[in-house]
């Protein structure tokens, strides 16, 4: 398990990327708790020190999928995909209600996210699949039936409800479909047919609140003070930070509490109206790196379903990163997608360690014991 000529594979150079954007979100975080800090609350309730918790549960998770060989995954991934599944539904029958929303198990130390996990488990499924079909990737059949594991997870999160991580899930499935060798007739032929029920779905497949947000979109101002304060605060908060921000801790949306969710949803509001356009930049810098390793990882592993998992994974959170900024700056409707490895959230971030965990195995398993 702890070969020494494997674990000289190691790529410590991902991991400091990702220590050094989970160091970036707390940072954000203390900010967004400096105004709890000198009432007499627990600390331990406050964001950046719960965060603090789940960086050393997720480096622990990190090393131990680290030190499985990736491959065993395609003997159980048929059993993780069912355990996601019961899980999902448990959520929806016994989860706690949040917001009009059941999305979190209470397991007393911390609330699990399923929907978290379970992009790891769809882009496990997905890369086992279409590596075992390597030879008829390109036959409609083996679309359909790729598309297929995507219907129940989206169908239960739908009723959670969760529009952003049914995103997700969809950006990861084009993602690796495409990268697997689908021919991309086929996904022509779905977005012209999608394109043809968008009336449809607007009308009976969104929920109400999807549709408001939708609208509000296209214009904030209708409700200034109900669907629209998150929009018009979080476009106020970053376009004010100018180029250098005003500065960490003294911004006002932030420190003042007019940007809501902030530790969340909205922590690139947070950044961009202290750290300014200099501090997204260094973000963006750092998920470049990040995602050039996983692209990296990709392109040296020696067989399909390696190299599907680490495409998957780079999917995964440039996908998640898209979206959130994308909400932030009002390029796309409100959403509740977390910034990854920023926001608050233990699920979504020791998720993320598990990512880059089997990343890791996936370098170091390769026949080839130098990585630099």
């Known amino acids: 398990m702890f070969d020494r000529k494997l674990w000289r594979n190691f790529d410590f150079l991902l991991l400091l990327i990702a220590l050094l954007l989970t160091g970036y979100g707390l940072l954000l975080l203390y900010s967004t708790s400096l105004t709890s800090l000198s009432g007499s609350g627990n600390l331990i309730d406050l964001p950046f020190m719960r ?21 065993s995954l395609t ?24 917001h009009g929303a059941r999305r979190w198990l ?26 075992n079909k390597k030879d008829r990737v390109t036959k409609w059949h083996t679309f359909v039936i790729s598309g297929l ?19 997700v899930f969809v950006a990861i499935w084009l993602g690796m479909v495409v990268v697997a060798g689908v021919r991309l007739l ?21 929920r109400g609140y999807m549709r408001e947000r939708l609208v509000t979109f296209l ?8 669907e629209g304060y998150n929009v018009l605060q979080s476009t106020i908060s970053v376009g004010s930070g100018g180029l250098f921000g005003k500065g960490f801790g003294n911004g006002t949306q932030t420190q003042l ?11 690139f509001s947070v950044l961009g109206e202290e750290l300014g356009f200099v501090g997204a930049m260094v973000l963006f810098a750092l998920y470049i790196f990040l ?58 971030l020791m998720t993320l360690f598990v990512c880059l965990g089997i990343a890791q195995s996936v370098i170091m398993h390769q026949r080839k014991l130098v990585f630099s």
């Not at 996210?113 to 699949?129: D, G, H, M, R, Y």
């Not at 594991?149 to 995103?167: A, E, H, K, R, S």
């Not at 214009?219 to 109900?226: H, L, S, V």
């Open 291 to 348: 995602l050039f390793r996983l692209i990296r990882a990709a392109s040296r592993s020696s067989d399909p379903f390696g190299r599907l998992l680490a495409t998957g994974m780079c999917i995964m959170i440039l996908g998640q990163a898209f979206i959130n900024v994308g909400v932030n700056i009002r390029l796309l409707p409100v959403t509740g997608i977390p910034l990854p490895f920023i926001s608050a959230g233990g699920s979504s």
């Open 257 to 267: 509490q007019f940007l809501r969710v902030q530790h969340t949803d909205f922590i």
């Open 149 to 167: 594991f995507l219907v129940p997870l989206v169908g239960l999160t739908y009723m959670q409800p969760d529009l952003g991580t049914i995103l």
């Open 75 to 98: 003997s159980i991934y048929i059993h993780l995909y069912v355990a996601i599944i019961l899980l999902l539904i448990s959520v929806i029958v016994i989860g706690d209600l949040t």
């Open 219 to 226: 214009d904030p101002t209708a409700d200034r003070f109900g």
């Open 51 to 71: 965060q603090s918790i789940f960086l050393s549960l997720g480096l622990l998770l990190l090393v131990c999928a680290a030190a499985v060989n990736y491959r």
């Open 106 to 131: 209470d397991l007393r130390f911390f609330q699990l996210q399923p929907s978290e996990p379970a992009k790891v488990i769809l882009i496990v499924a997905l890369a086992a699949f279409l590596a």
């Open 186 to 206: 086929y996904l022509g032929m779905l977005g012209t047919v999608v394109v043809a029920f968008l009336p449809i779905i607007y009308m009976f497949g969104l």
